[in-house]
């Protein structure tokens, strides 16, 4: 069983930066791609990054690409999101997720593993 836990938010003013991390425990069988997604109130689920077992591949949505960057440490189990030049739009709770293939993906349901996600509030 693999557990995400996710911290780092808060809130802020516009243009400002925020880091979120995601630390994994536990075990999985194959190589694991690992994403972020986020909600805002009365929306959808929406993609945010992704970035491959190896870390070679990333891959942004078209809102957040040149702000934000996904990284992942190894030696930790951690996953990271710098968020700069934060807009009120970027508003939502934020969620990490790990697969069960090695690729970075962009669909939720192709993850298995959620965390329970983390606020993040930004002002105008």
């Known amino acids: 069983q693999v557990q995400l836990v996710e911290s780092g938010g808060g809130l802020v003013q516009a243009g400002d930066s925020l880091r979120l991390s995601c630390a994994a425990s536990?075990?999985?069988?194959?190589?694991?791609?690992m994403a972020w997604f986020r909600q805002a109130p009365g929306k959808e689920r929406e993609f945010v990054a992704c970035?491959?077992?190896?870390?070679?591949?990333?891959y942004y949505a078209d809102s957040v690409k040149d702000r934000f960057t996904i990284s992942r440490n190894y030696t930790t189990s951690t996953l990271y999101l710098q968020m700069n030049s934060l807009k009120p739009g970027d508003t939502a709770v934020y969620y990490c997720?790990?697969?069960?293939?090695?690729?970075?993906?962009?669909?939720?349901?192709?993850?298995?593993?959620w965390g329970q996600g983390t606020q993040v509030a930004v002002s105008s």
């Open positions: 970035i491959s077992r190896d870390g070679w591949n990333t």
């Open positions: 997720a790990e697969g069960r293939g090695s690729r970075c993906l962009t669909a939720d349901w192709e993850y298995t593993y």
């Open positions: 536990g075990f999985i069988s194959s190589g694991e791609g």
